[in-house]
Every structure is written in structure tokens, then in C-alpha cells.
């Protein structure tokens, strides 16, 4: 099967629901509401087009090219830091019975920027993958503490439950 690698951003987590295709809610991990910041990000649509409820799970990060304090609160309504310079990068779509590669053309048909990614079908190249990683040949564009090695088969993700992605670093 094919393994995807994507980048491991740095940032915060975020879940956005839609219902017909309208945000309703955006929430980080700590069920923290974000939908008063969210609405000043362009890199996140608003409306998409969907019918039904979809969750889409991404992560809020700073854009590389601006510079801020190193314990900047992304969260934060009092800092002077732009909402234009948080960009979200969707990565899931909870619930999604289509394989991780078909997850993440879905999520860019419906708007989203999603992460660079790289692909293979064998195990043994992921040591290679990890070093172009820490040589900033691969994902330099994003904050990165690591990388995440995925399962694109459906049928062996739901096999394997919570453990058909692992972080590498």
C-alpha cells in the first residue's frame, strides 16, 4: 500500500463543522471557540460546497515570513499579530470513509489549502524522507517540529484504529 508523509506543523489544532455547507463551529483541542478569529482568515472558506455536515480537521500556523515573538499566543486577542498572517492547512476530514488520498483531494475540491505531502510504497524510504526533512529539502515552506507517516488504505486504517499514523522525528 501506499505510505503518504506529510509535514507535522506546528501551530494549533483546529476542527471546523459545516452544515450545508455553512462554518458553524471551529474549535481547538481544548473545545476553545475560535470562530470570532477564523472569520478574519482568508484560509478559511466560509461557506463550501457540501450538503450535509462534514468535520475538516487542519491546523492554524504563522506564515514563515513573518516574524514574531517566540511565545506568541495564536489565540491571543490582544497581541498586535495580524489574522492575515495565520494560515490554516487542512489535513482530515473526520469520518471520511475515502482512503488519506482521496481525503485530502476532497478537502482541496471544497477550498482548503492542504499540506505538501510525499509519497511511497516502501518502509525503507522513510529514513530518507526523515533526512530531506532536517536538511529542509521537503515541507521548508511550513513551522515543522517532525513528520507524519500515514496509511492511504482505508480498508487497513479502520484495521488498525488510531495507529494508522505515527509522528516520526
Known sequence: TRL???????????LLFYK?????EAKDKNLYCLMSQIYSMSSIPKTISY?????????????STYKVPSKLD??????K????????????????????FGNLNLIKYLGF???QIEYTKYT???????ELWIQSKIFSTYPTDGIVLKINSRKLQKQMGHEWQCLII
Open 74 to 79: 495564536l489565540r491571543s486577542k490582544v497581541s
Open 20 to 24: 450545508d455547507g455553512e462554518i458553524k
Open 4 to 14: 503518504i508523509i506529510e509535514p507535522k506543523i506546528k501551530g494549533i489544532g483546529v
Open 51 to 63: 450538503k450535509g455536515n462534514i468535520f475538516i480537521q487542519g491546523i492554524i500556523y504563522l506564515n
Open 81 to 100: 499579530f495580524d489574522y492575515d498572517q495565520r494560515i490554516f492547512c487542512a489535513y482530515q476530514i473526520i469520518s471520511c470513509n475515502l482512503n488519506q
Open 124 to 130: 525503507s524510504e522513510v529514513n530518507t524522507y526523515k
Open 113 to 115: 489549502n492542504t499540506p
